[in-house]
Structure formats: C-alpha cells, structure tokens
C-alpha cells in the first residue's frame, strides 16, 4: 500500500489534469453534437474519464486517510435512513432495478457515525450485494448490542469459497473480469468502517451434506 501510495500520489497531477480536460472537450462535443451517435460517443467518453478520476480517488482515498480532505465527524446517524438514501441512489443505476432491496433496519435506531462516511460504506456494500446476489431480495437488518450497532446485509449469493472469505478485503483483490471492478470497493469500506471505529466481516454459509 506503501507503494501504490506513492505512485498514487506522484501520478495524480499529471493524470489528473489531462482527464479533466478531456473530460471538458468531450462535454463540449456532446452540446454540440449534431448526431446522436457523436452524443453517445461524447456520452460514453465522460463516463470513462469519471472512471479513471473515481478510480484514482479511490487509490488515494485507501492508501492515504484522510486525502479526500473530510474530515470525520461522529455524531448521532438514523440506520434506516441513511440506508433509504443508499438504496434511493442505486435505483438511479440501471442495472439495480432489477434488485430488490428490502430495509428492515429500525427505524429508532441510530448510530454514531459520519453520516457522509456511512453512506458511502453502504453505497459500496449494497453495491456488491446488488452485484454478487441470484435473483432475490437484499435484505438489510439492524440489531442493538448495548455496546454496538450490528448492521446485517443478506443477499441470495452462492456460496463463498473459504479462499476467497479469506481475500475480500485485500486491496485490488476481485473476482470479476478484467477491466470490470478494481478490487478497491470493500477495501474502502472497511477504512470508512474503521475511521467511524466499525469493524465489518463477511459470512458464507457452510456446503450442505
């Protein structure tokens, strides 16, 4: 991480930049367009300059805390809420509608936690579950263990290998195909987690005999 940090970091200028006056040009273009197919081109280009700038973020964000310049700040978060909102957010891509997500969380509870850090780790969790699940609702529950709040996220998947449980959240570990996830999302998330001092793990059930 050390590594990619520093790479991170020295590259960000000079990508930076270029992307986000490719990103201007493309934008430009697709005003301009006098065809639809020169729309969707100009379409598809700032979508993927989005990416490479998310992408590095990203890098930034898991290697060195803090670079986002946010500033953690705790307080009192209603669960249910914050995950309406996420779910609210995924809707707006095409590919969850087809998912369900059921939120069962309590509506009374609440949480301490940075509200923009927390939506964000659920934003990333419902995301994989949306994308790792079979055909069937996400079901979100919430439970209150005096000492902390368990937030449970269920999805429909098949089951996970114990080498894989094992990898989850190793930065750049993914089980996708080549150029389809960078392996980054759960990573952050149990940053996030961890500067919010949350803690998450992933379960898989056991093969039946």
Same mark, same amino acid.
């Given at each position: !991480?050390?590594?990619?940090?520093?790479?991170?970091?020295?590259?960000?200028?000079?990508?930076?930049?270029?992307?986000?006056?490719? &990103?201007?040009?493309?934008?430009?273009?697709?005003?301009?367009? *006098?065809?639809?197919?020169?729309? *969707?081109?100009? =379409?598809?280009?700032? %979508? *993927?300059?989005?990416?490479? =700038?998310?992408?590095?973020?990203?890098?930034?964000?898991?290697?060195?805390?803090? =670079?986002?310049?946010?500033?953690?700040?705790?307080?009192?978060?209603?669960?249910?809420?914050?995950?309406?909102?996420?779910?609210?957010?995924?809707?707006?891509?095409?590919?969850?509608?087809?998912?369900?997500?059921?939120?069962?969380?309590?509506?009374?509870?609440?949480?301490?936690?940075?509200?923009? !850090?927390?939506?964000?780790?659920?934003?990333?969790?419902?995301?994989? &579950?949306?994308?790792?699940?079979?055909?069937?609702?996400?079901?979100?529950?919430?439970?209150?263990?005096?000492?902390?709040?368990?937030?449970?996220?269920?999805?429909?998947?098949?089951?996970?290998?114990?080498?894989?449980? %094992? %990898?989850?959240?190793?930065?750049?570990?993914?089980? %996708?195909?080549?150029?389809?996830?960078?392996?980054?999302?759960?990573?952050?998330?149990?940053?996030? !987690?961890?500067?919010?001092?949350?803690?998450?793990?992933?379960?898989?059930? =056991?093969?039946?005999?």
């Amino acid at each position: !991480l050390a590594s990619v940090g520093r790479l991170a970091a020295g590259v960000a200028h000079e990508i930076g930049n270029p992307v986000t006056g490719i &990103a201007c040009v493309a934008q430009n273009l697709r005003e301009d367009a *006098q065809s639809d197919e020169v729309e *969707q081109a100009a =379409s598809e280009i700032i %979508k *993927q300059t989005d990416r490479v =700038s998310r992408t590095l973020s990203s890098l930034m964000q898991l290697t060195h805390p803090g =670079s986002t310049n946010h500033e953690v700040q705790c307080g009192p978060c209603n669960v249910a809420d914050c995950i309406d909102e996420a779910i609210h957010l995924l809707r707006l891509d095409r590919r969850a509608h087809d998912c369900r997500f059921d939120n069962r969380a309590d509506r009374q509870l609440l949480a301490r936690a940075d509200a923009q !850090l927390f939506l964000q780790a659920l934003l990333n969790l419902l995301d994989n &579950a949306r994308a790792a699940g079979a055909p069937g609702p996400v079901i979100i529950e919430s439970r209150d263990d005096e000492e902390q709040i368990v937030l449970t996220i269920d999805n429909p998947c098949p089951r996970v290998a114990p080498a894989i449980l %094992k %990898k989850v959240f190793d930065p750049f570990f993914t089980t %996708k195909d080549v150029g389809e996830g960078t392996g980054l999302g759960l990573s952050l998330v149990r940053r996030m !987690l961890e500067e919010m001092d949350g803690t998450i793990e992933l379960s898989s059930p =056991s093969p039946a005999f």
